[in-house]
């Protein structure tokens, strides 16, 4: 069916990509925001289909974070000589007791508990008549040069919530970026699928504020001229960068090791729109919080030292030829959630920002091409 703000929607739920896209960060950003619905009217629901490949994926995290920390136990071990007493100690102190699956599920319905959120049976509301007939006409989600078997986990998942909201007379908003879920939205009477979960929170604000606040940030200027809010967007975006993980990248005609990675903020813009506007998701209104989200792209400058060495093909060992300080500009782009508080009728100044949450920051820079710095390995020698 076609979009329409008018529409009175009583739930929603997410997918299962929609939710990794957010990195299960189940209690930051935009999924913390789904505490909104907890003892409201809406109702947040999930399929058991969405619900097992979520627990899946989750688990699969569990156990390569595992995995990890057996592998540098093991090296500290080796390498490091540590103790292994000691070993002992810190694998007890980074071990969680359950399998896997256990341990996401745990996870799962302790977040559908915080947000008010419920799993519902497939079995009980997807209609296995209308699956098979959907199959075999190849109609939405199923699709023509596909492996149309791949495709029934997000039918039975779409029947269901059609099922449920028929049950109970609801339109659902359902967060999903696939095509085989807007396809079947198209011909749903309950469904209304978008392609983000701001933009499905803000459809449950009451519409005319949401249009009032966006037009008084940008009447205001809040996010286009300097002021406070500004200042402290800012910061927390360059406070962000520190101590980032950033996973370096560089060829060369020497071995080398790397070390010392930083990155530090230069600048930044907002998404806009086809009008050069700053793209604003309202994502909850209360009588006293507003909270929106804007993306920001992030132009940073990244540091890094290489140490240089060849091997000696007569002892086989390796010969250090000197280091080097490179540095290069990088930019990424991230979600800022932003936490308002103060009265928008009476100027940004007061206005404050209560809370700011920066979700992503730098993961990969990729140097090119480098080499000691002859100058510095001149001087050494």
């Known amino acids: ?57 989750i688990g699969q995290e569990i156990s390569n974070t595992r995995s990890s920390i057996e592998r540098a136990l093991r090296s500290a071990n080796k390498q490091l000589k540590i103790n292994p007493a000691q070993i002992d100690q810190a694998r007890e102190l980074l071990s969680v007791d359950g399998g896997e699956l256990e341990i996401a599920d745990q996870r799962l319905q302790k977040y559908y508990e ?55 007379d609801l339109n659902v908003i359902a967060v999903s970026q696939d095509k085989g879920w807007t396809n079947y939205s198209e011909n749903s009477e ?9 933009a499905a929170l803000e459809k449950f604000q009451p519409h005319n504020e949401v249009a009032n606040i966006i037009a ?39 071995y080398y090791e790397y070390g010392d990675v930083y990155a530090t903020y230069h600048d930044h813009d907002f998404e806009t729109d086809e009008n050069g506007l700053v793209k604003v998701n309202i994502i909850r209104i209360t009588d006293e919080l507003i909270t929106l989200k804007v993306t920001a792209i992030v132009e940073c400058v990244v540091h890094a030292s290489f140490d240089f060495s060849v091997r000696d093909s007569i002892d086989k060992d390796y010969v250090g030829m000197g280091g080097a300080s490179c540095e290069m500009e990088s930019s990424y782009k991230t979600d800022v959630v932003i936490t308002l508080a103060g009265d928008f ?23 090119g091409e480098v080499e000691p710095d002859w100058r510095s390995y001149e001087d050494e020698l």
């Open 190 to 198: 309950r469904i209304t699928v978008v392609s983000s979960l701001s």
């Open 216 to 254: 008084s940030i940008r009447e205001d200027s809040l996010l286009d001229e300097p002021n406070h809010i500004l200042e402290q967007i800012t910061s927390a975006i360059s406070d962000s960068l520190d101590g980032a993980d950033i996973d370096i990248e560089a060829s060369s005609s020497f």
């Open 114 to 168: 915080w947000i008010g959120g419920k799993v519902i049976s497939s079995s009980d509301y997807a209609d296995l008549s209308l699956l098979m007939e959907l199959y075999f006409e190849t109609e939405a989600p199923f699709e023509t040069g596909k492996d149309k078997k791949n495709e029934f986990p997000d039918a039975i998942a779409l029947l269901s919530v059609e099922g449920w909201a028929e049950a109970n």
């Open 345 to 367: 009728s009476d100027g940004i100044d007061n206005i404050d920002a209560e809370e700011i949450e920066v979700m992503e920051t730098l993961g990969y820079a990729d140097f």
């Open 1 to 57: 069916m076609e979009e329409d703000i008018e529409l009175d929607y009583g739930a929603i739920t997410i997918d299962n990509a929609s939710l990794k896209g957010e990195g299960y960060r189940f209690y930051e950003g935009i999924l913390k925001q789904m505490r909104q619905f907890k003892d409201s009217p809406v109702q947040v629901i999930q399929t058991d289909i969405v619900h097992n490949e979520a627990m899946k994926h």
